[in-house]
C-alpha cells in the first residue's frame, strides 16, 4: 500500500494587495514540503500541471527534476500531465530524465485535463479534446516501449521514421492514466493495462465503486497480469493534531478556492454544510485529526481495492507551517497505521 501526497502549487491570494503570492516563494517553501514528504517515509509525490494565475506550477517536470536532487526514496510523478496538449517525445524525454537524476524514482500520470487553457497556450483544437489523448496516449505508450529506434504515425503530430527517442530511464517507466469519472477512460486504462487513478475530490465516493469494478473486469478480460495491477485515488485533504480546530481553519482556504474555480464552471457558492458533509465518512474530504483520516483511508481502501492513495494538500493554499505539519502528521502518524492494518 502506498501513500502519498500531490499539490498543484496553489498561491495564496492578499485580498488587500489583490496580489497572489509570489511564485518563487512558493516554490522555495514546495522544495521544502517535498523534502520533508521524503524524509517522514511518503511513498509518492505528485504535482500538476496548471496554466493559471493562481497556481505556480506549469512544468510539472522541471519541479520533479529539482525534487530528484534533494530526496532519496519518493518516488516522483505528474499530477496529472495534460498529455493532449503536449508532445509525447518531449515529455517521454524529461521524465526519463527525472528518472535518471532520481536513480529510477519517476513515473507518469497523464490525463486529458479538467482544466482547459493549455490547449489554445500550445496551438491545440479542444473539438479533438479525446482524440489528441487517445492518439498522444497510444505514442508514449510506444516510445516507452521500443527501446530502439521505431516508426508511428497519427493524425495530429509529424510521423516518427525509424527514430530512436534517447534518453531512455532505467526500465520502463510506470504510466498512469487518470480519470475524472468516464467509464470510456476507465475502459481505455484497463484494456491497455495501465494504472487507473481516479480523481474523488467531491459527492458521494461509493458512487465510484463501479468504475473500479468495471476496470477489473476489463484488465481481466484483456489478458493482463492480475498481480500487476495497481488502482489510487487522488483526493483533497488536510491534517491537523485537532479534528474540528483544523477544520475551522483551513475552511476559508479550501471555500475560497472552491469559489474561485466555480466563478468559471458555474457552479454555486461553496458552503459550510457541503464541507461539512464532505468532512463525514461518507464524503469525500480527508480533513481532520490524523484518526479521522486513517479510519476513512482503510475504509476507502477497503472499498475501491486501493493499492495507493494521494492525500491532495495545497488546495487554497494553506500556510507553509501548516502544510508541513499537515505533511508530518501524515507520514509520520497515518501511513505507518495504515501500512499496519492493510498488512493484516
Same mark, same amino acid.
Given at each position: 500500500m502506498?501513500?502519498?501526497?500531490?499539490m498543484?502549487g496553489?498561491?495564496?491570494?492578499?485580498? /488587500?494587495?489583490? /496580489?497572489?503570492?509570489?511564485p518563487?516563494?512558493?516554490?522555495?517553501?514546495?522544495?521544502?514540503?517535498?523534502?520533508?514528504?521524503?524524509?517522514?517515509?511518503?511513498?509518492?509525490?505528485?504535482?500538476?500541471e496548471?496554466?493559471?494565475?493562481d497556481?505556480?506550477?506549469?512544468?510539472?517536470?522541471? =519541479?520533479?527534476?529539482?525534487a530528484?536532487t534533494?530526496t532519496?526514496?519518493? /518516488?516522483l510523478?505528474?499530477?496529472?500531465?495534460?498529455?493532449?496538449?503536449?508532445?509525447?517525445?518531449?515529455?517521454?524525454?524529461?521524465f526519463?530524465?527525472?528518472?535518471?537524476l532520481?536513480?529510477?524514482?519517476?513515473?507518469?500520470?497523464v490525463?486529458?485535463?479538467?482544466?482547459?487553457e493549455?490547449?489554445?497556450?500550445?496551438?491545440?483544437?479542444?473539438?479533438?479534446?479525446?482524440?489528441?489523448f487517445?492518439?498522444?496516449?497510444?505514442?508514449?505508450?510506444?516510445?516507452?516501449?521500443?527501446?530502439?529506434?521505431f516508426?508511428w &504515425?497519427?493524425?495530429?503530430?509529424?510521423?516518427?521514421?525509424?527514430q530512436?527517442?534517447?534518453?531512455?530511464?532505467?526500465?520502463?517507466?510506470?504510466?498512469?492514466?487518470?480519470?475524472?469519472?468516464t467509464?470510456?477512460?476507465?475502459?481505455?486504462?484497463?484494456?491497455?493495462?495501465?494504472?487507473?487513478?481516479i480523481?474523488?475530490i467531491g459527492?458521494?465516493?461509493?458512487q465510484? &465503486?463501479?468504475?473500479?469494478?468495471?476496470?477489473?473486469?476489463?484488465?481481466?478480460?484483456?489478458?493482463?497480469?492480475?498481480? &500487476?495491477?495497481q488502482?489510487?485515488?487522488?483526493?483533497?485533504?488536510?491534517?491537523?493534531?485537532h479534528?474540528?480546530?483544523?477544520?475551522? /481553519?483551513?475552511?476559508?482556504?479550501y471555500?475560497?478556492?472552491?469559489n474561485?474555480?466555480?466563478?468559471?464552471?458555474?457552479?454555486?457558492?461553496?458552503t459550510?454544510?457541503?464541507?461539512?458533509g464532505?468532512?463525514?465518512?461518507?464524503?469525500a474530504?480527508? =480533513?481532520?485529526?490524523?484518526?479521522?483520516v =486513517?479510519d476513512?483511508?482503510?475504509?476507502h481502501?477497503?472499498?475501491?481495492?486501493?493499492?495507493?492513495?494521494?492525500?491532495?494538500v495545497?488546495?487554497?493554499?494553506p500556510a507553509?507551517?501548516?502544510?508541513? &505539519?499537515?505533511?508530518e502528521?501524515?507520514g509520520t502518524?497515518?501511513?505507518?497505521?495504515?501500512?499496519?492494518?492493510?498488512?493484516?
Open positions: 502506498e501513500i502519498g501526497i500531490s498543484f496553489d498561491l495564496s491570494f492578499d485580498k /488587500k494587495t489583490q /496580489k497572489f503570492q509570489s518563487q516563494l512558493r516554490l522555495e517553501e514546495m522544495m521544502e514540503e517535498i523534502k520533508l514528504a521524503d524524509e517522514v517515509g511518503l511513498d509518492v509525490f505528485g504535482i500538476g496548471h496554466h493559471r494565475p497556481f505556480s506550477v506549469s512544468a510539472p517536470e522541471i =519541479i520533479l527534476a529539482a530528484a534533494i532519496k526514496n519518493i /518516488k510523478t505528474s499530477s496529472v500531465t495534460v498529455l493532449s496538449s503536449v508532445d509525447p517525445v518531449r515529455t517521454f524525454q524529461n526519463s530524465t527525472v528518472d535518471l532520481s536513480n529510477g524514482r519517476a513515473e507518469i500520470t490525463g486529458r485535463g479538467s482544466f482547459t493549455s490547449f489554445p497556450l500550445f496551438g491545440y483544437d479542444l473539438d479533438h479534446y479525446s482524440e489528441l487517445v492518439e498522444k496516449l497510444d505514442l508514449l505508450i510506444n516510445i516507452n516501449t521500443h527501446e530502439e529506434a516508426s &504515425k497519427g493524425d495530429f503530430r509529424a510521423p516518427l521514421h525509424e530512436q527517442v534517447l534518453p531512455r530511464p532505467t526500465k520502463p517507466l510506470d504510466i498512469w492514466v487518470a480519470v475524472g469519472g467509464p470510456e477512460s476507465v475502459v481505455r486504462a484497463a484494456r491497455l493495462g495501465l494504472p487507473l487513478i480523481a474523488i459527492g458521494m465516493p461509493r465510484f &465503486k463501479p468504475f473500479f469494478d468495471l476496470y477489473r473486469q476489463e484488465y481481466i478480460t484483456a489478458g493482463h497480469d492480475v498481480s &500487476k495491477m488502482l489510487a485515488t487522488h483526493s483533497h485533504g488536510f491534517i491537523g493534531e479534528s474540528q480546530h483544523t477544520a475551522n /481553519k483551513y475552511f476559508d482556504n471555500a475560497e478556492q472552491m474561485r474555480i466555480g466563478r468559471s464552471r458555474g457552479w454555486s457558492p461553496y459550510k454544510e457541503q464541507y461539512e464532505g468532512r463525514s465518512k461518507e464524503g474530504l480527508f =480533513i481532520g485529526d490524523p484518526n479521522e =486513517i476513512k483511508m482503510l475504509y481502501i477497503e472499498m475501491f481495492g486501493l493499492t495507493r492513495f494521494l492525500l491532495h495545497d488546495i487554497g493554499a507553509h507551517k501548516d502544510l508541513m &505539519k499537515s505533511i502528521l501524515l502518524h497515518v501511513a505507518p497505521a495504515v501500512r499496519k492494518a492493510t498488512k493484516a
